[in-house]
């Protein structure tokens, strides 16, 4: 299916920005069939923990701004002192070029530029917040641009196994391959149990549809063996809204 041209998906999240400057309909409305000629394949409000934060990240890890991004997705800047309130709205969107045509939408990571080079497209509506350290000195600069969207075809399709189970998006829209689990999968502490054990999740059962991916990568950590992807991309997503993200 996913060298079907039509069947091409790519990862929005809206941001806690947009959700508190009620941007939603907006965002919504300049991503619509209407404007962009995409579907809808899947969509869902997420409570982002630090292991989901640090995984659609982790290209940026141990840069300058790195600690502030996960602060930002995960709501605790815009709501500081209202956690019920920290979500994003993640959304897969199917169709032609759909990457490409949701990325221009969006327009450049920066805000200040999206004003300049492309006046009109959703992130020219972001700010730019000051960073400090702790005696107060700037030392660079957060951008709040209210939506992300996959880069590459490669990201969308890292980014949508993070975000969403196959069970998540109706059967005839998954553009990856699933597989039917056969074996019990729990996490605790950081950790993959074959076991349930007390104060464990449990993260896949048998007969359970879930990613190919997801569960060679069980597998191989199953075995000791060398990974296709880490348990945190795994875990996040079944521990999605639990609390004990
Ligand atoms: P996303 O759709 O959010 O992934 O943005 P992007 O693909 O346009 O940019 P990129 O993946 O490079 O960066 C991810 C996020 O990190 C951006 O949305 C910004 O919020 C932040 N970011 C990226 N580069 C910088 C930077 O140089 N400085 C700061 N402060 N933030 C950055
Ligand atoms: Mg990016």
Not at 22 to 40: A, I, M, N, P, W
Not at 96 to 112: S, Y
Not at 183 to 204: I, N, Q, T, V
Request: proline content about 6%; overall charge neutral.
């Amino acid at each position: 299916m996913p060298h079907r041209k039509e069947f091409e998906q790519t990862l929005v999240l809206i941001k806690p920005d947009a959700l508190k400057n009620s941007l939603t309909g907006y965002v919504l409305s300049q991503l619509s069939e209407f404007h962009t000629g995409l579907r809808f394949a899947g969509s869902k409000i997420v409570y982002v923990g630090q292991m989901l934060a640090e995984e659609h990240y982790a290209e940026h890890r141990g840069k300058v701004f790195f600690p502030s991004l996960l602060e930002y997705i995960m709501g605790q800047l815009h709501y500081p002192d209202e956690p019920w309130k920290r979500r994003v709205i993640a959304l897969v969107y199917q169709g032609v070029d759909a990457v490409k045509k949701i990325r221009n939408i969006c327009g450049p990571t920066n805000p200040h530029i999206a004003r300049e080079k492309n006046p009109g497209c959703i992130r020219a509506l972001g700010t730019l917040v000051p960073l400090k350290d702790a005696a107060g000195n700037i030392i660079g600069e957060r951008m709040d641009n209210l939506i992300h969207a996959s880069a590459t075809n490669e990201d969308a399709e890292r980014e949508i196994k993070l975000w969403f189970a196959p069970t998540d998006i109706p059967p005839f829209m998954r553009a990856y391959p699933t597989e039917i689990n056969q074996a019990h999968y729990y996490f605790k502490d950081g950790s993959l149990l074959l076991r349930h054990e007390p104060e464990s999740m449990c993260l896949l059962a048998p007969g359970d549809i879930a990613w190919k991916t997801d569960i060679d990568t069980l597998r191989s950590l199953e075995k000791g063996s060398e990974t296709v992807g880490s348990l945190g991309s795994v875990a996040a997503k079944y521990l999605m809204n639990t609390e004990k993200e």
